[in-house]
């Protein structure tokens, strides 16, 4: 979860990651920021577990008037904890659709997409967020999810422990003394497309069966799945297989 200095942390990370993690020896850049304050808490009827705030409130991100935002985690399972970002179009949440943006990789964090490319806002060099004017958001509701679990803030379980010098793996004490925190990734469980899309289906799903339950009221049933880059395999291999579940 995050604080509004981890938002900014995280901002800068997206906007100059690539060039801070480069003067730190090995991979040790990721790990999970101090527990927030204030995280709301919702159990959708699908036993999925939401925990957000709403940064917009504090000045980050989607400062628009009248247009919340929310973002946290949906937590599908005990080992899944997939990191979301949802803002409420900026001309008519209601009737507007839901699109969701998935930036490619595999393992290319979302974030990116919102931060450097179409969301809300972008961060500036005083690591504050300004509002971006040609935003998508202006006409449709926006949902960004960094996925597969193991990409940017998504984790599988936590623990006390270590990178790994070389690999720049997690390691725990019992290999060396702990460091932090840190999200543990089992990279083996979801090392298909076909099996992220099983779990982007089963995060969203989630996201809808609680989306009532934040103050979000939209109506419209079009969904739109845009992505980019790798993404040209999740955006053919994603709504296949939720058509199959939805047995169209
Ligand atoms: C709900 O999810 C929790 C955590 O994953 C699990 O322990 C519990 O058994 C689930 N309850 C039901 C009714 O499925
Ligand atoms: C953010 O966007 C504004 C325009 O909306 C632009 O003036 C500013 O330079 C951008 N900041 C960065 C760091 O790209
Ligand atoms: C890993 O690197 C750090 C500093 O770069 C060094 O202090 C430490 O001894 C190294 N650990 C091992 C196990 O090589
Ligand atoms: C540390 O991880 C290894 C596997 O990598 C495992 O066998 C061992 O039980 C773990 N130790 C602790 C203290 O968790």
Not at 178 to 191: E, H, K, M, Q
Not at 196 to 222: C, M, R, T, W
């Amino acid at each position: 979860m995050f604080s509004r200095n981890f938002l900014t942390v995280a901002a800068l990370l997206c906007l100059k990651g690539t060039h801070a993690f480069m003067k730190m020896p090995g991979l040790s850049a990721r790990q999970i920021p101090a527990n927030a304050q204030g995280v709301k808490t919702i159990l959708t009827p699908t036993n999925v577990t939401i925990r957000y705030k709403e940064p917009g409130q504090a000045g980050v991100c989607e400062t628009t008037p009248g247009v919340n935002s929310y973002s946290g985690y949906i937590d599908i399972a005990p080992n899944a904890h997939t990191f979301f970002w949802f803002f409420e179009s900026r001309r008519d949440p209601i009737h507007d659709p839901v699109t969701l943006w998935l930036n490619g990789g595999p393992g290319s964090d979302s974030l990116i997409g919102l931060f450097e490319e179409l969301g809300p806002c972008n961060v500036t060099e005083s690591l504050e967020t300004m509002v971006n004017p040609y935003s998508w958001n202006e006409i449709s509701n926006m949902l960004f999810i960094s996925q597969p679990v193991g990409t940017g803030f998504s984790y599988g379980t936590e623990g006390e422990g270590s990178f790994a010098n070389i690999t720049g793996v997690y390691q725990n004490t019992s290999y060396a003394p702990a460091t932090g925190r840190w999200p543990v990734v089992d990279a083996s469980i979801l090392d298909t497309t076909d099996a992220a899309a099983v779990a982007a289906y089963h995060v969203l799903q989630g996201f809808f069966s609680g989306v009532d339950q934040l103050d979000v009221h939209v109506d419209s049933k079009e969904f739109n799945l845009w992505t980019e880059s790798y993404g040209g395999h999740y955006g053919s291999v994603n709504p296949i297989h939720t058509i199959k579940r939805a047995d169209c």
